[in-house]
């Protein structure tokens, strides 16, 4: 994968913050980052007139770095640069897009914050905008990777997935599965037995696994599992199984193609990104 030199982090004084400070300070010391931009937006168009006249002499510009500085002392533990970036923009995901364009950054660490409904920047807009990685962090990630989960459909837009197990691998001695997710064609579900094309399908995909395993020369440790998606969706399945799996990251691409599954089709992997996920999601751009 492409060296990840420069990280930003989206921060929203929410208590979500502390998580993905101390994330982003793991991850820095485990790619060996050079440095890592903390970003707040402040939205003061949302500020209701009523306070106007109590905030005129107010920097809030100043008072809000100084607070995040303060933070990001304490919190971030990796000997990566960091700076703290404060800006006033209507739209927060055009200034985290801005901000990772200006500064080549390869990775932006954002917090999922659909559970709780909070002002975080998760959306599909972010996702579809921006050209570097995303990692998306829930409130309660523990700052440790140990075991990956790396979505593929075998198409060979899913080698670049690979690329990043690969190098999260080598830095966390972490141990990576290979998962594929797929549903039986409806269309064949009237004329033969469920349980035959299920057989049949996997012992397909099997194959299909093996080619790609050996097109893409993966270098470390790689196991693999087929699950069948039966009456729930992909993204929904994966989240599920993910979770009874103790799986501590999963990484997916942003588009593929496959027969039988679309793991890697934008709206699955836009599903998963707006999922409340216990698990951080890394996605491959």
Same mark, same amino acid.
């Given at each position: ?67 995040? =500085?303060?933070? $990001? ?7 990566? +640069?960091?700076?703290? &970036?404060?800006? %006033? /923009? ?92 797929? =549903?039986?064609? $409806? ?7 469920? +349980?035959?094309?299920? &057989?049949?399908? %996997? /012992? ?82």
């Amino acid at each position: 994968m492409t060296d990840i030199k420069n990280i930003l982090v989206a921060l929203d004084l929410s208590d979500i913050d502390t998580t993905l400070i101390e994330y982003a300070s793991f991850i820095a010391d485990a790619l060996k980052v050079e440095k890592v931009y903390f970003v707040h937006n402040i939205k003061k168009y949302e500020i209701s007139e009523l306070f106007d006249e109590q905030l005129k002499d107010i920097n809030l510009d100043e008072i809000i770095g100084d607070e995040l =500085n303060e933070k $990001v002392e304490e919190k971030f533990t990796s000997s990566a +640069e960091w700076e703290v &970036l404060i800006s %006033e /923009d209507p739209y927060s995901e055009s200034l985290i897009n801005y901000i990772v364009n200006k500064y080549q950054v390869q990775l932006a660490i954002i917090g999922n914050k659909n559970r709780s409904k909070g002002t975080g920047v998760v959306s599909g807009k972010l996702l579809r905008l921006l050209k570097c990685n995303i990692l998306s962090v829930p409130k309660n990630a523990e700052a440790v990777i140990t075991n990956i989960w790396a979505g593929t459909d075998f198409s060979s837009a899913s080698r670049k997935v690979f690329g990043v197990a690969e190098s999260l691998q080598r830095a966390t001695a972490a141990k990576v599965k290979a998962v594929h997710v797929f =549903n039986v064609p $409806v269309q064949f579900s009237p004329y033969i037995p469920k +349980e035959h094309l299920d &057989l049949k399908i %996997e /012992d397909h995909l099997k194959g299909k696994y093996e080619k790609f395993i050996k097109k893409i020369g993966y270098e470390g440790d790689l196991t693999s599992e087929i699950i069948p998606g039966r009456d729930s969706g992909v993204a929904e399945k994966l989240r599920i199984k993910a979770q009874t799996s103790r799986v501590d990251l999963i990484i997916v691409g942003d588009k593929g193609r496959n027969t039988f599954s679309s793991l890697l089709v934008g709206s699955v992997t836009e599903e998963l990104f707006n999922q409340d996920l216990d698990v951080p999601l890394w996605i491959v751009k």
